[in-house]
């Protein structure tokens, strides 16, 4: 009997932010933590997160660790202060957590799917449900906005709801672009 090739149950995947939004640098871009450290204290507050995205505020990760970098360093690039550096965070997540949110997932961009990013993008309560509930979290393509195009390789897993983001566990510092003497905020 053929022994089962894939047995995991975990997904890892990847937030790309600055290091002043984690409480990874002091007030002057000082590092206060390493890569690989635990960030046991970080808590997404989704009040501070972005609105108008792709699937409305919501917390972004993706399975893809480039795509978090350029999200970090678009980050890093957009902040006034120079006092920063760009972040990568990764979350290992339990699929079968995963499997018990409220979920809606696009396999690719269909019209169901730029209707939604549309209504998300142009500032209408996200989902637009029955319910006054969001839901838990959004599986998707990345999109090239306003363009109706997406990003080849690349995806999005946003969490909408305070449980669900509450209940991500702990990341770790999965990489960080200061570099010694250099000081580089980018990747």
Same mark, same amino acid.
């Given at each position: ?13 990847y937030? @790309? ?18 890569? @690989? ?7 997404v /507050?989704?009040?501070?997160? /972005?609105?108008r995205?792709?699937?409305? /505020? ?17 980050r ?14 990764r979350?290992?997540?339990n ?5 018990g949110?409220?979920?809606?997932a696009?396999?690719?961009?269909t019209?169901d ?26 599986? @998707?393509?990345?999109?090239l ?10 995806d ?18 999965? /990489? ?12």
């Open positions: 009997m053929a022994v089962p090739q894939w047995n995991n149950k975990d997904l890892f995947v937030h @790309g932010t600055d290091s002043a939004s984690v409480g990874v640098s002091d007030p002057l871009g000082v590092p206060l933590v390493a890569s @690989g450290a635990t960030l046991s204290s970080f808590a /507050r989704l009040a501070l997160c /972005r609105p995205t792709d699937f409305g /505020r919501g917390f972004y990760v993706t399975t893809n660790p480039h795509q978090a970098r350029q999200w970090a360093n678009t890093v690039i957009s902040l006034p202060s120079r006092a920063v550096f760009a972040v990568v965070l979350f290992q997540l699929r079968d957590w995963l499997a949110l409220d979920a809606l696009f396999v690719r961009p019209q799917f730029w209707d939604l990013v549309t209504d998300c993008r142009i500032g209408f309560p996200p989902h637009q449900r029955s319910s006054s509930h969001p839901y838990d979290v959004v599986y @998707g393509p990345v999109t906005w306003p363009q109706q195009l997406i990003i080849n390789d690349c999005q897993i946003s969490f909408h709801s305070t449980q669900a983001a509450a209940a991500l566990p702990s990341p770790i510092v999965h /990489r960080r672009a200061i570099d010694g003497a250099k000081r580089s905020t980018l990747f």
